[in-house]
């Protein structure tokens, strides 16, 4: 059974089993991730065929697990469990001036989702996933799940009646829960609301091959020689510091809106600041740099096709002949794809939630195809690079004349 497999190897390994246990580690090696996947698939499916239709809706349709998340973060109560420790209800009933016995229904609500444990009745006590829901940004990302996610959910079926075929930002269900405003003019205007938005970009670097650490496995960076690399909305520059910090055959230059990148060239280590460098730029502005990459980086899925159209565009005319532009971002997989389905499941649930943040989706790879197409035919897809332990693929276009 592959259950066994991956515990003999987890065995050999001197790594202790899973557990929901508060020190137990939060990852697994890479070397049994494909067994993982392969049990995670299973185990899923002898659960799922095993519930009543009704019952397998409610597992995915139920919204009384997010009141119990948002409670345990709003409340703070992660606080109040010590560390290796335990706390009663009435306690956290009495720090939270909250009824005891709603403080039960809400957490009892999160152990039976194994995100707290009751060691003793009464008591509650943290797991691994309860001490990770702790971390700042995680409950920053959880928050903004419930105080933002949750009111736009609620439209989306208005947004869709109202604008069926539209692309534009402020013609979602997040703009029908904001007063007409998208999620762009929400975030620059709403200090708080960015902070919340921030937690949950910082949360992607513990999604499979989503972090910024990843960006220097995902692709063979070395082989390019010494290059200039435009990062087209690199934000910060998280990204262009690291692949500087392990390839001295790089120099980046970062460009994003003047807000954005404001004070970013103080994160640059001395070392660095040679080769990382900042520009403000506008992404739909003309492109005005020569280099010979110009790398995007979940850039084009937050755009509908005729924004991400102009997007490109826009770089035309800065390019030399052979240039190459890289997209890190999503290429679903088809229905006879290899993807484990726990994965599929992850990115099918990002490319709704584009819909009704941005009117935007995530691409199949006829529709990248389109896309570059529909820019210049000289955008020439070269090849796609996919990783086993990402939901981000590398698409690597030529500049073709």
């Given at each position: 059974?592959?259950?066994?497999?991956?515990?003999?190897?987890?065995?050999?390994?001197?790594?202790?089993?899973?557990?929901?246990?508060?020190?137990?580690?939060?990852?697994?090696?890479?070397?049994?991730?494909?067994?993982?996947?392969?049990?995670?698939?299973?185990?899923?499916?002898?659960?799922?065929?095993?519930?009543?239709?009704?019952?397998?809706?409610?597992?995915?349709?139920?919204?009384?697990?997010?009141?119990?998340?948002?409670?345990?973060?709003?409340?703070?109560?992660?606080?109040?469990?010590?560390?290796?420790?335990?706390?009663?209800?009435?306690?956290?009933?009495?720090?939270?001036?909250?009824?005891?016995?709603?403080?039960?229904?809400?957490?009892?609500?999160?152990?039976?989702?194994?995100?707290?444990?009751?060691?003793?009745?009464?008591?509650?006590?943290?797991?691994?996933?309860?001490?990770?829901?702790?971390?700042?940004?995680?409950?920053?990302?959880?928050?903004?799940?419930?105080?933002?996610?949750?009111?736009?959910?609620?439209?989306?079926?208005?947004?869709?009646?109202?604008?069926?075929?539209?692309?534009?930002?402020?013609?979602?269900?997040?703009?029908?829960?904001?007063?007409?405003?998208?999620?762009?003019?929400?975030?620059?205007?709403?200090?708080?609301?960015?902070?919340?938005?921030?937690?949950?970009?910082?949360?992607?670097?513990?999604?499979?091959?989503?972090?910024?650490?990843?960006?220097?496995?995902?692709?063979?960076?070395?082989?390019?020689?010494?290059?200039?690399?435009?990062?087209?909305?690199?934000?910060?520059?998280?990204?262009?510091?690291?692949?500087?910090?392990?390839?001295?055959?790089?120099?980046?230059?970062?460009?994003?809106?003047?807000?954005?990148?404001?004070?970013?060239?103080?994160?640059?280590?001395?070392?660095?600041?040679?080769?990382?460098?900042?520009?403000?730029?506008?992404?739909?502005?003309?492109?005005?740099?020569?280099?010979?990459?110009?790398?995007?980086?979940?850039?084009?899925?937050s755009w509908g096709d005729q924004y991400a159209v102009n997007i490109l565009k826009a770089q035309i005319p800065a390019l030399r002949p052979g240039a190459k532009i890289l997209i890190q971002d999503a290429v679903l997989p088809e229905p006879e794809s290899a993807t484990p389905?726990?994965?599929?499941?992850?990115?099918?649930?990002?490319?709704?939630?584009?819909?009704?943040?941005?009117?935007?989706?995530?691409?199949?790879?006829?529709?990248?195809?389109?896309?570059?197409?529909?820019?210049?035919?000289?955008?020439?897809?070269?090849?796609?690079?996919?990783?086993?332990?990402?939901?981000?693929?590398?698409?690597?276009?030529?500049?073709?004349?």
């Open positions: 059974m592959t259950s066994n497999n991956l515990q003999a190897n987890l065995s050999a390994q001197g790594v202790e089993s899973p557990s929901f246990a508060e020190s137990s580690p939060p990852t697994l090696p890479s070397d049994v991730h494909q067994l993982r996947d392969d049990v995670l698939d299973a185990t899923a499916e002898l659960h799922e065929v095993l519930l009543e239709p009704l019952m397998l809706i409610y597992k995915f349709a139920g919204v009384s697990n997010v009141v119990s998340i948002d409670s345990i973060v709003r409340f703070k109560i992660l606080d109040m469990i010590p560390s290796g420790g335990r706390v009663s209800f009435e306690e956290i009933a009495e720090k939270t001036n909250l009824d005891k016995g709603l403080v039960r229904r809400l957490l009892r609500n999160a152990i039976s989702m194994r995100i707290l444990t009751e060691p003793e009745s009464d008591m509650v006590a943290h797991t691994k996933t309860s001490k990770f829901l702790a971390i700042p940004y995680i409950s920053s990302w959880a928050t903004f799940e419930s105080h933002d996610t949750w009111p736009a959910i609620a439209k989306v079926g208005e947004a869709i009646e109202k604008w069926p075929h539209s692309e534009e930002a402020n013609q979602t269900a997040y703009a029908l829960a904001n007063g007409g405003k998208s999620v762009y003019e929400v975030l620059g205007s709403d200090p708080e609301a960015a902070m919340r938005f921030a937690g949950g970009i910082k949360s992607l670097d513990h999604v499979p091959g989503c972090g910024d650490a990843f960006v220097a496995k995902s692709y063979d960076w070395a082989s390019l020689g010494d290059v200039r690399i435009v990062n087209v909305g690199g934000q910060r520059g998280s990204v262009a510091i690291d692949l500087a910090s392990k390839y001295k055959n790089l120099k980046l230059l970062v460009q994003d809106a003047p807000q954005v990148i404001q004070g970013a060239d103080s994160t640059v280590p001395d070392s660095l600041k040679e080769r990382v460098q900042f520009m403000p730029h506008e992404l739909f502005g003309t492109q005005t740099e020569k280099a010979d990459v110009y790398f995007f980086r979940m850039v084009l899925r389905l726990w994965r599929q499941r992850v990115q099918r649930s990002v490319d709704v939630a584009l819909k009704f943040y941005f009117n935007s989706y995530d691409r199949h790879l006829d529709e990248w195809k389109a896309l570059f197409a529909a820019a210049d035919e000289r955008f020439a897809l070269h090849r796609v690079i996919e990783t086993v332990d990402s939901n981000l693929s590398v698409l690597e276009v030529h500049w073709d004349v």
